[in-house]
């Protein structure tokens, strides 16, 4: 499974890369404005830091919510970097916008995706990625991991080659249950990856062989 970063925040993008199994990052308008990234030059100039940091995708979603706003949009996110994969929002004008871009060689990520069918539907318009939000969907008692099992599985039948990339990661369970339901990519906060690595018997475990060294390293 591939780890994307969560984040438009350069110096966690930064801190993520270097251990090294960082493969791409995702950003929304929200992480954006979060950063205080300033008009459309600034984001550029900020997607491209972006780029220059991470060897790998990076998401940058369109702001417009039309057919041809998004294809304008679309066509200069891509222009910018050839790692930049152009985010859309899984609505109507989003997928023929996504069937647009895909035509033209343009890959997509199909973002604020809630149930299999239109996780189907952004399939069939071509989307390099999809984008369920497991976090958000949790929050609302429902089952965000569920979901992403059943795109994996109607992928897997019917031979889709879209992406699974579960967003809206809270914490280090959502990524184990990815793990677990096959999800291409999860694009996880920079605290849940490093908790991965949180175990006491490997803090224990350690503490006891740099005390042991001790007796025959003095
Ligand atoms: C990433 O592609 C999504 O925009 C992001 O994961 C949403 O996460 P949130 O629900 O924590 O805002």
Do not use: W
């Not at 599985?153 to 914490?171: K, N, P, W």
């Amino acid at each position: 499974m591939k780890f994307f970063l969560d984040t438009a925040n350069l110096a966690q993008i930064r801190e993520a890369n270097a251990l090294g199994v960082l493969d791409g990052v995702t950003t929304n308008p929200s992480l954006m404005a979060k950063e205080g990234v300033q008009g459309a030059e600034g984001c550029k100039q900020h997607y491209l830091k972006i780029c220059e940091i991470v060897n790998g995708d990076v998401s940058a979603e369109v702001l417009a919510t039309d057919f041809e706003g998004m294809v304008k949009e679309g066509k200069e996110l891509a222009s910018l970097h050839p790692n930049i994969v152009v985010k859309i929002p899984c609505i109507a004008e989003g997928i023929k916008a996504i069937r647009y871009l895909y035509g033209k060689g343009i890959r997509t990520n199909c973002t604020l995706v809630f149930s299999p069918g239109q996780a189907l539907l952004a399939a069939k318009a071509g989307a390099t990625y999809v984008s369920p939000f497991v976090g958000r969907l949790d929050d609302i008692s429902s089952d965000g991991i569920d979901l992403v099992r059943k795109i994996v599985e109607m992928y897997s039948i019917y031979g889709f080659d879209t992406q699974v990339l579960a967003a809206s990661i809270r914490h280090t369970q959502h990524i184990i249950q990815c793990i677990e339901v096959g999800a291409h990519v999860a694009t996880c906060p920079l605290s849940a990856i490093v908790g991965l690595l949180k175990h006491p018997l490997t803090d224990s475990g350690l503490a006891t062989f740099l005390a042991d060294s001790k007796k025959y390293m003095e």
